[in-house]
């Protein structure tokens, strides 16, 4: 166990909706990556939040967005959901080192 | 972009068997990490390397940073059939905070028994 939680582990959806994926870091960690692995990608990073502000942005689609709270719990925002957004979405926390949580697989019809 | 090369893509060994995969950067890192994924599964952090030239052990596990900045090994010694899974590295181009992981496409490890 990481101690890196993210919810919910499943979720199927349909193209052009809104879904909203929750991950909560580990103890004392400030920042959190997340990342996007599909079979034909690979993992990919997304965007990195540290302490509630945005640090670095990677391949994310203006669809989809971010945010870390105070209490450092971040959400992975995906609108207008196409076809090809479906995919294992994880999130990370830690500093030098990143530790991964389990996942959500998203699948959207 | 960064690129990690990892290879080799797959590998099919006999259980007792040692295992070697590396990868290689175009450009320097500042931090290896070398993961193991399970089927659905988040990756596993095993090894996590942060100078130029260090060599870790974890385990049954040794993985080293080149001098180079631009590549790293995983070894994994007499294999057991819970070694099966996907071996990913990572390396971290780190830039003022940013932390961003670069990942190579994984190494596909198959135990026969």
């Known amino acids: 166990d990481s101690g890196v939680t993210q919810t919910p582990k499943h979720l199927i959806t349909a193209t052009g909706q809104r879904v909203t994926l929750r991950c909560s870091p580990r103890?004392?960690?400030?920042?959190v990556y997340w990342y996007q692995q599909s079979l034909d990608q690979g993992l990919q990073f997304l965007i990195q939040?540290?302490?509630?502000?945005?640090?670095a942005k990677g391949n994310i689609l203006e669809r989809f967005s971010a945010q870390q709270f105070p209490d450092l719990h971040s959400e992975l925002n995906l609108s207008s959901l196409e076809l090809g957004d479906s995919a294992l979405y994880f999130c990370?926390?830690?500093?030098?080192?990143?530790?991964f949580g389990p996942g959500t697989r998203l699948l959207v019809l | 972009g960064q690129q990690l090369n990892q290879s080799p893509q797959s590998m099919f060994i006999q259980e007792g068997e040692d295992v070697s995969m590396n990868c290689t950067s175009s450009?320097?890192?500042?931090?290896w990490l070398w993961y193991k994924q399970d089927p659905g599964e988040g990756p596993v952090l095993l090894i996590a390397?942060?100078?130029?030239?260090e060599l870790t052990s974890n385990g049954r596990l040794t993985a080293q940073f080149g001098i180079t900045r631009k590549d790293s090994f995983l070894n994994i010694s007499a294999s057991i059939p819970s070694d099966v899974g996907i071996y990913f590295c990572?390396?971290?181009?780190?830039?003022?905070?940013?932390?961003?992981?670069?990942f190579g496409q994984g190494t596909r490890l198959t135990i026969n028994p």
């Open positions: 990370a926390s830690g500093e030098e080192t990143q530790y």
């Open positions: 103890s004392g960690d400030l920042s």
């Open positions: 939040y540290y302490n509630g502000e945005e640090r």
């Open positions: 450009s320097i890192f500042n931090t």
């Open positions: 390397l942060y100078k130029a030239g």
């Open positions: 990572a390396g971290s181009p780190w830039t003022q905070g940013a932390q961003k992981l670069v």
